[in-house]
């Protein structure tokens, strides 16, 4: 029996080695997302009360989660955000849903990294609209969030800087691994259905790949919208040209991931295409000249409907209340 036992045990050991050593094997464009360990839980909390913050915004109603709904797909899912006083964005929200693995921060990438990014919602005025000294000042006037900052960056005079550096400590934390593909890419042949193997080879052949790759599929690069056909779009922004000036970056945009595609609709820097299918279509004439039968489209959703992945469970936050001083908020400033 304590043979029997024994080589249960080697077998299972072996098993274990072959299940790890072939998910090395799957040596594929796209790379499965690794879950992220803060080493800072504290910054991690205080960054997530932030990010629930109505506070940080000058009518006190709009948070980061208004437009980047947790409980949902990371976005708002409208064809560009409302913010502070119902002003239209001229631009759609993206995920922030794996936003850390990418290059640059934006459609145009005018932030380098999440701390840089943001500090822009905040002062915004079609966001949150509220000056970045007032924001401070709200945050120091909340003892709640004075003892934190203590706590995390051995001062109690809050800046703009501890602000942002733990919502971006928090947003780090909101990768979304183990999806479906994530589990092939580990070697598990059934993870995936066979019509979402043929869109990812399909994927691949007609040349996706060539600019949605990596962890995120996209995140890495800067790249033509309309590199085959021209773009109508009714958005005034340029894209890259819009940070650098130059003719060569016009219409240069971030290309987006595709982690969890299947519900940051709508899609595109306008929000233009209502559908994962018409942003397939569009996708396959204006930057591959080519133009996608019905199977052939089904099967590219398919393949992206299994890049869902785990969305981190986020238990609400509790927010630390004002003070007497704290300044009030103004709805209709
Ligand atoms: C009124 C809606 C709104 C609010 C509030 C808002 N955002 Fe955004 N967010 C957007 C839009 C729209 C964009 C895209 C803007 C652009 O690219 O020019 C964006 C972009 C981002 C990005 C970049 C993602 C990427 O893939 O490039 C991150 C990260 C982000 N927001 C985090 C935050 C944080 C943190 C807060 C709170 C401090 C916040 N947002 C508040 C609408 C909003
Ligand atoms: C030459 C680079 C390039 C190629 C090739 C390419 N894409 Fe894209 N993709 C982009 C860029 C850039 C955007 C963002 C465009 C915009 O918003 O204006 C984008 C956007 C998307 C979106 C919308 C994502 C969102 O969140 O808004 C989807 C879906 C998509 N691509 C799928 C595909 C598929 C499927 C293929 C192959 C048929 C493909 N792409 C080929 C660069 C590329």
Redesign the pocket.
């Known amino acids: 029996m304590k043979a029997l036992t024994a080589s249960v045990i080697v077998f299972s050991t072996i098993c274990l080695t072959a299940t790890h050593a072939q998910a090395e094997v799957r040596n594929e464009p796209i790379k499965v997302i690794e879950p992220y360990v803060s080493e800072s839980p504290e910054k991690v909390e205080l960054g997530k009360q932030?990010?629930f913050d109505p506070r940080?915004?000058m009518s006190g109603i709009?948070?980061?989660n208004?437009?980047?709904n947790l409980s949902y797909s990371g976005t708002?899912n409208l064809k560009?955000?409302?913010?502070?006083k119902w002003q239209a964005?001229?631009?759609?929200?993206?995920?922030?849903f794996n936003?850390s693995l990418?290059i640059?921060?934006?459609?145009?990438?005018?932030?380098l990294d999440?701390k840089e990014?943001?500090a822009?919602?905040?002062a915004?005025n079609?966001?949150?609209a509220m000056p970045h000294t007032l924001a401070v000042d709200v945050i120091q006037s909340i003892p709640g969030y004075r003892s934190q900052v203590e706590a995390v960056y051995g001062t109690n005079q809050v800046t703009l800087d501890h602000i942002t550096d733990a919502?971006a400590e928090f947003?780090k934390t909101l990768v979304t691994p183990n999806a479906p593909f994530d589990r092939w890419l580990q070697g598990d042949d059934n993870a995936i259905t066979e019509q979402q193997l043929a869109g990812y080879q399909l994927f691949k052949q007609a040349g996706c790949v060539a600019c949605h790759y990596g962890e995120a599929l996209g995140?890495k690069s800067f790249m033509k919208m309309g590199l085959v056909q021209p773009y109508e779009s009714d958005s005034p922004?340029q894209g890259r040209y819009d940070v650098t000036g130059k003719e060569i970056d016009r219409f240069m945009f971030?290309v987006?991931?595709l982690r969890n595609v299947a519900i940051t609709y709508p899609y595109f820097?306008d929000g233009a295409a209502n559908t994962l299918e018409e942003a397939t279509q569009i996708m396959g004439q204006l930057q591959l000249g080519r133009n996608f039968t019905k199977d052939e489209l089904a099967n590219l959703v398919a393949f992206m409907e299994s890049l869902t992945g785990e969305r981190p469970k986020i238990s609400l936050p509790l927010l630390p209340p004002s003070g007497e001083n704290t300044p009030r908020p103004n709805p209709f400033q």
């Open positions: 932030l990010f940080l915004s709009i948070s980061c208004t437009c980047h708002d560009t955000s409302i913010g502070h964005g001229p631009v759609n929200s993206p995920t922030v936003s990418q640059a921060q934006f459609w145009d990438g005018r932030a999440l990014q943001a822009g919602p905040i915004a079609v966001e949150m919502i947003e995140g922004s971030k987006p991931t820097h």
